[in-house]
């Protein structure tokens, strides 16, 4: 060894070239180096933005019970940045979802579903998997494998059959999925998973539906392979070669003729065995060889590194922006990297949109019953604006007028509203740390569940709030919670609350400063959208209350450690949500022992039957709404014998700061 090193120095004091010196140390010491390969390294960059596709790349690498995929992490990255980048996809509209679990996996498939059905038809859809697959020994079912499933109870995968199934009803115009796995039982090494019996297994087909197209690594019970030496799977490695060749420009036909191909050989060549992917497309498409990428190719002159550094706000900066009342900023709500709209702290907005050839370009948002924000083009052709007057502070909702057509601001992400994905601002809060994120503390977790509702005859939706202790022992017992039924208002559905609600934070801060006891929060759709103004009178909450006492109450208190009676159990609502929730407490007081209305009307005592039918009574609303009929509900209220609370939100009217300030109030009284 002495000589060796002898070698070496001398070789230092001879050649002038370190990376030849470099080389020569790890050839010695049998270091094995690999270049990056020219697909991760330069990718070509799209001046065409694609804002009608949606993608979702799951990667599942790190396994909880099961050895880790190599490089699917990796896998799942670039393809990522291809999406973006080469196929000039809005970053906006692509969800990278790494080592995914079960929750995840259906909670981003949901919200998939959503996005691309609020496009009625003219959207398309790219998802992307890597990671292990698993079949079932009982039925040949295949199985994609969460990071927290198990290879030995299929359950607890995603079962490729409601995949499809779910990904077939949606309303888009093409849908495209990438499987780099195979349903054999194989690992990507070609070792077995865990609970294998040690036989590959050829799971059954599963057929496709809509207008959708399902592209596998691998078929019946062959394995899907790594590619060592590219740091990818081996499908993956081709599916990204054909699209950095031809700058995303290239149909679906082209592609998976050349991934065939190649994979097919290499496999037999490198891994001595048989890897063919195959394609399998709904019968209802019959031209899906001509389905295309990106209508032009990325420019291969104009590329960028895997590694380039992007730009973003601290969550510190975005809950406490600069409190100089000239300085405007980036609204908090605002897609990655997009500078406007801007907001400053006495409550104005600033917009600008880039309409070359339009004529006219208005923003819904400005002084109430004015029409709005009249933006202005500038010398360089650029529509801009600022709004003629402070707005309350907290979220708003809006969207553009271009020549007539209502559109989205590009500039900021979208939030269901007024039975739509409507455009959003946040005006700065001067109390708004009660509903900002701190790292600091605990958070909890907001999860997406799905519940066959008889009296709907189809799958509904809730997001379940819960603290950051569930799940957790006490004296060997797992502690059970009290639980909150949160509704939206009219236009709105279950991802109100938690997001421009932000009931999640909000609940996190309060459990963090030890003003309330722990609890869940449901907040499900409250059937409300097909009601028609003017018809408001009509509405009774009927199929609601069937849906919310009958079917939901008793799903949550199966499936959540709930404290499953009416005293650890309240009702709330804002607007609409009020109405249900005034209408149902009257009509079922057996199911919940507190009640609150937040800007949704009020309760006299001569509306309720039996006065110990209820704990706690919370009225709130904006002192711009009716803060006079809020005072004297609860006054009478008091008067009779209620335990009864009124809130008034001081300088906001109908909108989420009231409502974000009536639960943080309202939580500090329940369950007590």
Known sequence: MGSAFISIRYFFNKINSVRLLLSLFFVFFNFNIIAQDLIDTKIAVNNVIDEKTFVLIFCNENYKYEQPVPYALNDGDIFRQYCEKTLGIAAENIKYQPDASLNDMRIQ???????????????????????HGMPSDDDKTAYLLPIDGNSAIPMSGLSIADLYKQLGEMKSRQTMVFLDACFSGARRDGQMLASSRGVAIKVKDTPVTGNMVVFSAAQGNETAYPYKEKHHGLFTYFVLKQLHQYGGHITLGELSDY???????????????SQTPSIIASNSVKDWRNWIFAEKAANQEDVVSNKEVINTIPVKAMNKPPLSKDTFFPNPMNKPGQKYPQVNSEGYARFRIEAPDAKSVIVSLGLGGRGGTTLRK??????????????DPGFHYYHLTIDGEVVNDPGTNNYFGSCRWESGIEIPAPDQDFYAYRDNISHGKIQ?????????????????????????????????????????GWGEN??????????????DNLIADGKIKPFIIVMAYGLTNDIKFGTIGQFTAKEFETLLVDEL?????????????????????LSMGGMETKLITLR??????????????????????DPKAVKYIFEGCGSKENPAGINKSVNSLKAAGYNAEAYISEGTAHEFLTWRRCLEKMAQSLFK
């Open 448 to 488: 997406e569940v799905k519940f066959y509702s008889n009296s709907q005859g189809k799958m509904q939706t809730a997001m379940v709030y819960l603290p950051p202790t569930y799940g957790q022992s006490i004296k060997g017992k797992k502690e059970r919670f009290p639980v909150l039924y949160l509704q939206h």
């Open 259 to 273: 991934v065939t191909k190649q994979v097919s050989r290499t496999s037999i060549v490198k891994n001595e065995k």
């Open 494 to 507: 279950e991802t109100s609350w938690p997001v421009q609600g932000k009931a999640g934070l909000i609940m």
């Open 588 to 609: 079922r007081p057996e199911a919940f022992g507190y009640w609150g209305l937040l800007s949704g009307g009020t309760y006299m005592p001569e509306d309720i039957k």
């Open 378 to 391: 500038d010398k360089d052709g650029v529509w801009v604006g600022t709004t003629e007057g402070p707005m």
């Open 553 to 573: 109450v008793p799903f949550i208190d199966k499936n959540f450690l709930t404290k499953a009676d009416k005293w650890n159990r309240a009702m709330a609502g």
């Open 109 to 131: 498939l949901s919200l998939l579903e959503k996005k691309v059905n609020a496009f009625d038809g003219e959207a398309r859809a790219i998802v992307y998997y890597s990671g």
